[in-house]
C-alpha cells in the first residue's frame, strides 16, 4: 500500500490539512514529522495519508488554500520506506 | 474582596478554565511543534483547537494568520514595529494605551487624533492627519480608560480608501464586543486573553490579515526550517518563535466556547448595562466627577471617576482598605487619555466590570463612593 506525504512549512499548516481531511472524511490523515529522506536537513511537518485520497487532498488544499510544498510517494520495498517526488 | 478591575484582568475565571489548565498542565505540557512524538502533536492540535475557536469568534478565515504572545502588548509590538519603519507615518487616537503609544513613539513619526471630552475621536479629524507617508491608522477598539468605543468600521473605510493598513488594539472588547475581522475591516488585530475572554494569563495574540508585509521582531526557534539562520517567512511561525505556553491556551477554548454559545454581544450588554447603572447611581452623589459617556450606547462596562477633593490612587486605597473593594486609580498607562477626558491632574478610579459582576456589586461600589464622598467632603 502506497502513502501520500504532503509537506508543509508549519506545524499549524498540517495540523490544518489533517483536520480538514479529518471533516472531509479521511480519518487515516496524520501528521507527522516530515521523514529525512525528503527534508532539507531541517524540521518540518506533513500529513500522511493513502495514496488514493491524492484528489480530495489537491481539492481541500485548493479550496481552503492550504499552502503545502510538496507531494511525495512513500511506498515500503524491501522493508524500507522509500520516498517519490509527485508530479 | 469584591474585584472591580476587568479592564486590568478578568480575576475569576469560568470554572472549567482552572480544570482545562489543571489536566493539561499534567497531560499536555510537552512543547507544541517540537519533533513529531504523541504528546507533542497532541498538544499541537489542542492548541490548534483553541485557534479555531478564535478564528469563529473574530471570523478570521485562516487560522494560519494567528500568532500567539504572552499578551496584548507583545502582539501590539510586533504588530506596529513589525510593520513600520523610521520613514513611515502612522495615525493613533489620543484614546490609546502605553502599548501603543511606546512602539509607535519608538518606530516613527505619528499624529494623534484628538478626542473629545468623553474620548469619541471624530473620523474626519483622521482624513485630515494623512501624509504622503502616512503607512497605517492604529486605533483602540474601547479606551481602557473610560470605556468609550471607536468607530472601528468608519475608521477602517478611510484607512481602506487611503490604502492604509487599519489596525486594531483590543484588549478591552475581545470576548465582550462583536468583532468580525472582515466586517469591520481590520487588517492586523491585537488581543489578550486574560481579560473579556476569560484565559489564564499568558495568552494573547496578533492577528495578520493575508499579504500583509510584516517582520518578526523576535526571532528563533518555531519548529521549522531548522536548518536555516533565517527566520521562516510563512505564518504563524514567523512571529511564533520559542515555546508556547500550551495549557494555558488549551484551557482558552474553554472560555471562549462559553463566550461563543453566550455570544460577546450579550456579554457586553451585561456589562455595560452594570456601567450604566453605576454612572446613574455615582450621578445622585455631591462631588462625583464622571468622565467619558453616560449611557450612550458607544460605551463597554469600565468606568471612571472621581471624588472631588480626593486623589484617585487615595479613593482606591481606601476602596480597597476600608470597603474590600478592587479597583484602579491613577493614569492607567493612558496619560493621553486622561487629557482629553479632563482627569490629567490626579488621574481617576477605574471600575470596571466583567462576566461575573451583578447588580449587587454596583450598589456594594456606590455605597462606599458615597461614604468616602461624605467623609471627604
Not at chain 2, 521549522?224 to 482558552?252: C, H, K, R, Y
Amino acid at each position: 500500500m502506497s502513502n501520500l506525504i504532503v509537506t508543509a512549512g508549519s506545524v499549524t499548516t498540517a495540523i490544518r490539512l489533517e483536520k480538514q481531511l479529518s471533516y472531509a472524511g479521511d480519518l487515516s490523515a496524520a501528521v507527522i514529522h516530515t521523514p529525512p529522506a525528503i527534508n532539507s536537513g531541517g524540521c518540518s511537518y506533513s500529513v500522511r495519508t493513502s495514496l488514493d485520497k491524492l484528489s480530495l487532498v489537491k481539492q481541500i488544499i485548493e479550496s481552503k488554500r492550504i499552502r503545502v510544498r510538496k507531494f511525495y510517494i512513500e511506498e515500503y520495498v524491501n522493508g524500507e520506506r522509500v520516498y517519490s517526488a509527485l508530479s | 474582596m469584591l474585584y472591580l478591575d476587568n479592564a486590568a484582568t478578568s480575576f475569576k475565571k469560568p470554572s472549567r478554565v482552572y480544570f482545562s489548565m489543571m489536566k493539561n498542565t499534567i497531560t499536555n505540557s510537552a512543547n507544541s511543534g517540537r519533533g513529531g512524538h504523541f504528546y507533542s502533536l497532541r498538544a499541537t492540535k489542542k492548541i490548534y483547537d483553541t485557534t479555531e475557536a478564535i478564528c469563529t469568534l473574530f471570523n478570521i478565515e485562516n487560522p494560519e494568520r494567528i500568532a500567539y504572545t504572552q499578551n496584548a502588548t507583545y502582539a501590539l509590538n510586533m504588530g506596529i514595529l513589525g510593520v513600520l519603519d523610521k520613514n513611515s507615518h502612522v495615525i493613533i487616537t489620543q484614546m490609546e494605551h502605553n502599548s501603543v503609544i511606546r512602539p509607535v513613539t519608538k518606530a516613527c513619526r505619528h499624529s494623534v487624533i484628538k478626542a473629545d471630552r468623553h474620548g469619541r475621536i471624530r473620523p474626519s479629524d483622521i482624513l485630515r492627519a494623512i501624509r504622503y507617508n502616512t503607512k497605517m491608522i492604529i486605533s483602540t477598539h474601547a479606551s481602557n480608560v473610560c470605556g468609550t468605543i471607536m468607530p472601528i468600521s468608519k475608521i477602517s473605510e478611510i484607512a481602506h480608501g487611503n490604502g492604509l493598513l487599519f489596525m486594531v488594539d483590543a484588549a478591552q472588547t475581545a470576548g465582550c464586543l462583536p468583532i468580525d475581522v472582515q466586517k469591520d475591516g481590520i487588517d492586523i488585530m491585537a488581543f489578550s486573553g486574560h481579560k473579556g475572554l476569560m484565559t489564564p494569563m499568558g495568552v494573547g495574540g496578533l492577528y495578520v490579515g493575508e499579504n500583509i508585509d510584516i517582520e518578526p521582531i523576535i526571532t528563533g526557534g518555531t519548529g521549522s526550517l531548522s536548518e536555516s539562520a533565517v527566520q521562516p517567512d510563512f505564518m504563524p511561525d514567523m512571529l511564533q518563535s520559542g515555546t508556547l505556553n500550551a495549557p494555558a491556551i488549551i484551557a482558552a477554548k474553554e472560555s471562549i466556547d462559553l463566550i461563543l454559545k453566550e455570544t460577546p454581544g450579550a456579554i457586553g450588554d451585561k456589562e455595560r448595562e452594570l456601567a450604566v447603572r453605576l454612572i446613574e447611581d455615582l450621578k445622585n452623589i455631591d462631588k462625583i466627577q464622571i468622565y467619558g459617556l453616560g449611557n450612550e450606547k458607544d460605551r463597554n462596562g469600565t468606568v471612571a471617576f472621581n471624588v472631588k477633593g480626593l486623589d484617585s490612587v487615595m479613593c482606591a486605597q481606601i476602596l480597597n482598605d476600608e470597603y474590600k473593594i478592587c479597583t484602579r486609580g491613577g493614569w492607567h498607562c493612558a496619560y493621553p487619555a486622561h487629557c482629553a477626558l479632563g482627569s490629567e491632574k490626579n488621574g481617576a478610579v477605574r471600575a470596571s466590570f466583567g462576566y461575573f459582576n451583578t447588580a449587587r456589586d454596583v450598589q456594594k461600589l456606590t455605597d462606599a463612593v458615597y461614604k468616602i464622598s461624605k467623609k471627604f467632603n
